[in-house]
């Protein structure tokens, strides 16, 4: 039968064999074998062949494979559950070949790479696992709800395999496999037995079938009847009996969606490294810890902890305060318990005002606290805190809400409408008002405020006058793109709003920079309510800003757009490697340019070096021009033990004592191939496949990607109406050898490669 089953660790392709309907098997969904949820048969935009998502959930173990259309491109995988939203996420690097990156598993990334969601999840029925590039969408698959429920039974030569398969799960679109690879040396010649929905099914050495509802709703069993007793001994005893249900098969007969319960198999970190599973860990801690000394007590602040979804919710904090000066072999400890997981800050009194103390702060959930505790050393603070406030003021057509910001976080804002001083000495003033949130403007008036910081210091007053005039102003403008860099510059670009009402047109636009801590950067700059495009001149070369924009019209300014993109600004001295590239490979060394346009000219020197992974990185190349602005280099044509990766490439220019650097990726693309049909019996092996494009040389190896080389073949045209390229090797008698060659893996010259194969009997 065709068979393009993943197993843990190896590439998926296509094997041509003989028995029941052929099937393509491609994996894109999983479920868990704990749960009794019903789950739809499909209801998430499931990937199409080749791409997809292989899940094995009683492994929390995800691959991904294809996408080879974004090799070198980073992809962010979540596991997301109904009612509790994202559980799970990593990012991983699209690699060439039929695995891109796996998840949870040896030679992969674990669970939180790359997006802080440290939790390695425990993935149920329901579920949903999707794959994104640049937060779009590329293909997502619902885990189906289908697992072996207990050992398999042996009785004579018959192996009985029972499970659960939920309401919602197409029995046609299921199979049951008991794995065990010593069954290759039985009658049965595979690493499998297979039970299909249909009557009782002839295969080498065994018969078959898979029935529903014999052992009552929602149940299915699985019959082996096996031609030697000592096969099905060892069927009986394997511990790999996998229940397999599918989403969607499609004109191929590939199977997509195809959902791999393994009994017995545990969850959890699936290598040294990975986080624990949701239960296994304390709650995440809290965030932006401050902690101030002020005459014997400590005044401790912090951002609330958020849950990681799918863990028990946070019920409260822990927070000690120690004591740095150590008697004997002991240290002072003193601290407070609270019940309020809201909670933002406590002060721990009745200290001692000449020590100093570290602070460390713990959030408490059901199963424990956070490991290790948040730490923050305790400091006298005799720096005054800054306010600022969003809008800035200005006249409104309707009400505002003003959002006032302390830069020391414990920090009170108070604040008055009738311009009295709000703070008298390092308390609030008679008649002012403790900020908490938002404060609604509904009319014209001036708002003056000040913070006082939790070590007492007071910031000067800021105020901000608004005219609320009921008229019609512009909407907020939208940016159109990214800010461009310059030197010393940065192009904003936007478009127009809604001017505010019929007959009015906008007059000017204002826009404002920001450094990266939110502080406005300079005088607003304006222009004319026909542009719509700024060069923003006067900026600091290596800073990064973003930019929000204004529109006007004559009943005055509209509320302030969201903030840009940020942009680095360039300064004197820049280095620009050139965007990445994708290079297609060829049948011949393909040269490649480096173009280091847009980098500094005067006085400067070049230097383009390649990224290495180490010395014996397979995939170096030779540069020429490497002291040039231009550079190029030699694409060698594909020979194991290359690979696909993106070669990385570094631009330093140098412009006498400053230094600049910036990078540049290659990307390989390689052709699309496929082992089709791999067929052998003494004397006799033939294996052909495709590939997308004609030309290059297929290389077939047995004993692994960089094994012996049983022979080599040209990809020529396919057949009509077949459209890309074939091949096809035959190999006689003593070259094709008196013994199976097992599982086979190609390479072509263009990059692609595919296996392992097994080799069918014929």
């Given at each position: 039968?065709?068979?393009?089953?993943?197993?843990?660790g190896?590439?998926?392709?296509?094997?041509?064999?003989?028995?029941?309907?052929?099937?393509?098997?491609?994996?894109s969904?999983?479920?868990?074998?704990?749960?009794?949820?019903?789950?739809?048969?499909?209801?998430?935009?499931?990937?199409?062949?080749?791409?997809?998502?292989?899940?094995?959930?009683?492994?929390?173990?995800?691959?991904?494979?294809?996408?080879?259309?974004?090799?070198g491109?980073?992809?962010?995988?979540?596991?997301?559950?109904?009612?509790?939203?994202?559980?799970?996420?990593?990012?991983?690097?699209?690699?060439?070949?039929?695995?891109?990156?796996?998840?949870?598993?040896?030679?992969?990334?674990?669970?939180?790479?790359?997006?802080?969601?440290?939790?390695?999840?425990?993935?149920?029925?329901?579920?949903?696992?999707?794959?994104?590039?640049?937060?779009?969408?590329?293909?997502?698959?619902?885990?189906?709800?289908?697992?072996?429920?207990?050992?398999?039974?042996?009785?004579?030569?018959?192996?009985?395999?029972?499970?659960?398969?939920?309401?919602?799960?197409?029995?046609?679109?299921?199979?049951?496999?008991?794995?065990?690879?010593?069954?290759?040396?039985?009658?049965?010649?595979?690493?499998?037995?297979?039970?299909?929905?249909?009557?009782?099914?002839?295969?080498?050495?065994?018969?078959?079938?898979?029935?529903?509802?014999?052992?009552?709703?929602?149940?299915?069993?699985?019959?082996?009847?096996?031609?030697?007793?000592?096969?099905a001994?060892?069927?009986?005893?394997?511990?790999?009996?996998?229940?397999?249900?599918?989403?969607?098969?499609d004109?191929?007969d590939?199977?997509?969606?195809?959902?791999?319960?393994?009994?017995?198999?545990?969850?959890?970190?699936?290598?040294?490294?990975?986080?624990?599973?949701?239960?296994?860990?304390?709650?995440?801690?809290?965030?932006?810890i401050?902690?101030?000394?002020?005459?014997?007590?400590?005044?401790?602040?912090?951002?609330?902890?958020?849950?990681?979804?799918?863990?028990?919710?946070?019920?409260?904090?822990r927070?000690?305060?120690?004591?740095?000066?150590?008697?004997?072999?002991?240290?002072?400890?003193?601290?407070?318990?609270?019940?309020?997981?809201?909670?933002?800050?406590?002060?721990?009194?009745?200290?001692?005002?000449?020590?100093?103390y570290?602070?460390?702060?713990?959030?408490?959930?059901?199963?424990?606290?956070?490991?290790?505790?948040?730490?923050?050393?305790?400091?006298?603070?005799?720096?005054?805190?800054s306010?600022?406030?969003?809008?800035?003021?200005?006249?409104?057509?309707?009400?505002?809400?003003?959002?006032?910001?302390?830069?020391?976080?414990?920090?009170?804002?108070?604040?008055?409408?009738?311009?009295?001083?709000?703070?008298?000495?390092?308390?609030?003033?008679?008649g002012?008002?403790?900020?908490?949130?938002?404060?609604?403007?509904?009319?014209?008036?001036?708002?003056?405020?000040?913070?006082?910081?939790?070590?007492?210091?007071?910031?000067?007053?800021?105020?901000?006058?608004?005219?609320?005039?009921?008229?019609?102003?512009?909407?907020?403008?939208?940016?159109?793109?990214?800010?461009?860099?310059?030197q010393?510059?940065?192009?904003?670009?936007?478009?127009?709003?809604?001017?505010?009402?019929?007959?009015?047109?906008?007059?000017?636009?204002?826009?404002?920079?920001?450094?990266?801590?939110?502080?406005?950067?300079?005088?607003?700059?304006?222009?004319?309510?026909?542009?719509?495009?700024?060069?923003?001149?006067?900026?600091?070369?290596?800073?990064?800003?973003?930019?929000?924009?204004?529109?006007?019209?004559?009943?005055?300014?509209?509320?302030?757009?969201?903030?840009?993109?940020?942009?680095?600004?360039?300064?004197?001295?820049?280095?620009?490697?050139?965007?990445?590239?994708?290079?297609?490979?060829?049948?011949?060394?393909?040269?490649?340019?480096?173009?280091?346009?847009?980098?500094?000219?005067?006085?400067?020197?070049?230097?383009?070096?390649?990224?290495?992974?180490?010395p014996?990185?397979?995939?170096?190349?030779?540069?020429?021009?490497?002291?040039?602005?231009?550079?190029?280099?030699?694409?060698?044509v594909?020979?194991?033990?290359?690979t696909?990766?993106?070669?990385?490439?570094?631009?330093?220019?140098?412009?006498?004592?400053?230094?600049?650097?910036?990078?540049?990726?290659?990307?390989?693309?390689?052709d699309?191939?496929?082992?089709?049909?791999?067929?052998?019996?003494?004397?006799?092996?033939?294996?052909?496949?495709?590939?997308?494009?004609?030309?290059?040389?297929?290389?077939?190896?047995?004993?692994?990607?960089?094994?012996?080389?049983?022979?080599?073949?040209?990809?020529?045209?396919?057949?009509?109406?077949?459209?890309?390229?074939?091949?096809?090797?035959?190999?006689?008698?003593?070259?094709?050898?008196?013994?199976?060659?097992?599982?086979?893996?190609?390479?072509?010259?263009?990059?692609?490669?595919?296996?392992?194969?097994?080799?069918?009997?014929?």
């Amino acid at each position: 039968m065709k068979s393009a089953l993943h197993e843990p660790g190896q590439s998926r392709s296509r094997v041509q064999g003989y028995g029941r309907t052929a099937i393509v098997v491609t994996v894109s969904a999983v479920l868990g074998a704990t749960s009794l949820l019903a789950v739809p048969a499909a209801n998430a935009a499931v990937p199409a062949f080749p791409d997809n998502l292989v899940v094995f959930p009683d492994r929390d173990f995800v691959t991904i494979e294809g996408y080879q259309d974004r090799t070198g491109q980073t992809a962010t995988v979540e596991v997301r559950r109904p009612g509790a939203g994202v559980v799970g996420s990593a990012q991983g690097v699209v690699g060439a070949g039929d695995v891109a990156f796996e998840i949870n598993h040896p030679g992969g990334v674990c669970w939180g790479a790359g997006t802080g969601l440290n939790v390695t999840p425990d993935i149920r029925p329901g579920d949903t696992v999707s794959i994104k590039f640049g937060g779009i969408e590329a293909g997502a698959t619902t885990v189906q709800d289908t697992y072996v429920t207990a050992p398999s039974v042996l009785n004579g030569n018959t192996v009985t395999v029972r499970g659960h398969v939920a309401d919602g799960v197409n029995t046609d679109q299921m199979e049951q496999r008991i794995v065990e690879p010593a069954l290759k040396d039985t009658s049965v010649g595979r690493r499998d037995a297979r039970a299909i929905s249909g009557p009782l099914t002839a295969e080498d050495g065994y018969q078959s079938r898979l029935e529903f509802g014999l052992d009552g709703p929602n149940t299915f069993t699985a019959t082996y009847i096996f031609d030697d007793p000592a096969a099905a001994e060892i069927a009986a005893g394997a511990g790999g009996a996998r229940a397999m249900a599918w989403q969607e098969r499609d004109a191929d007969d590939n199977r997509q969606g195809l959902t791999i319960a393994e009994f017995g198999e545990l969850g959890g970190p699936g290598m040294g490294g990975c986080p624990n599973g949701p239960l296994q860990s304390g709650p995440a801690g809290p965030t932006d810890i401050s902690a101030a000394e002020v005459a014997g007590e400590v005044k401790v602040h912090w951002t609330p902890a958020q849950a990681i979804p799918g863990t028990p919710p946070i019920t409260g904090y822990r927070v000690t305060a120690v004591a740095k000066t150590v008697v004997g072999t002991e240290q002072v400890e003193s601290g407070v318990r609270i019940s309020d997981p809201k909670a933002s800050s406590t002060t721990i009194k009745g200290l001692d005002a000449e020590e100093e103390y570290d602070v460390y702060v713990t959030s408490v959930s059901s199963v424990g606290e956070t490991f290790p505790a948040v730490h923050a050393t305790a400091v006298t603070d005799s720096t005054a805190p800054s306010v600022s406030a969003s809008p800035r003021g200005g006249t409104f057509s309707v009400a505002q809400k003003l959002t006032l910001s302390a830069n020391e976080a414990g920090s009170d804002i108070y604040y008055t409408v009738d311009g009295t001083d709000p703070v008298s000495g390092d308390a609030s003033a008679p008649g002012s008002l403790l900020y908490t949130g938002p404060v609604d403007v509904a009319e014209t008036s001036t708002v003056t405020f000040a913070a006082v910081d939790p070590s007492g210091n007071v910031s000067e007053n800021g105020s901000v006058a608004f005219v609320i005039t009921n008229d019609p102003v512009p909407a907020a403008p939208a940016f159109a793109a990214a800010p461009k860099a310059g030197q010393g510059t940065a192009e904003v670009t936007w478009a127009a709003p809604d001017p505010g009402a019929p007959g009015l047109t906008i007059t000017g636009y204002t826009v404002q920079a920001y450094t990266a801590d939110g502080t406005a950067f300079g005088a607003p700059k304006t222009v004319a309510g026909t542009v719509n495009t700024l060069l923003y001149d006067g900026l600091n070369g290596d800073t990064t800003y973003q930019f929000t924009v204004s529109a006007s019209n004559t009943n005055g300014a509209g509320p302030e757009s969201p903030k840009s993109d940020p942009v680095t600004v360039r300064g004197a001295v820049v280095a620009i490697a050139g965007p990445d590239q994708a290079v297609a490979r060829q049948t011949t060394a393909r040269v490649v340019s480096l173009d280091g346009t847009g980098s500094s000219t005067a006085g400067a020197t070049y230097r383009w070096e390649q990224v290495l992974t180490g010395p014996a990185d397979p995939d170096r190349v030779t540069l020429t021009g490497g002291t040039a602005l231009k550079s190029t280099f030699s694409l060698p044509v594909y020979k194991s033990p290359m690979t696909n990766n993106p070669l990385t490439f570094r631009l330093t220019v140098t412009v006498g004592a400053t230094v600049r650097t910036d990078e540049v990726k290659v990307t390989p693309v390689p052709d699309k191939v496929t082992i089709g049909s791999a067929q052998w019996r003494s004397g006799d092996l033939r294996v052909s496949g495709t590939s997308n494009v004609i030309g290059g040389i297929v290389t077939i190896r047995v004993g692994g990607p960089t094994g012996r080389v049983l022979g080599q073949v040209n990809v020529t045209a396919a057949a009509a109406p077949a459209t890309g390229g074939a091949y096809s090797l035959r190999l006689r008698n003593a070259a094709a050898g008196t013994v199976n060659p097992g599982s086979l893996w190609i390479e072509s010259t263009l990059g692609g490669t595919a296996g392992p194969v097994a080799t069918a009997n014929k």
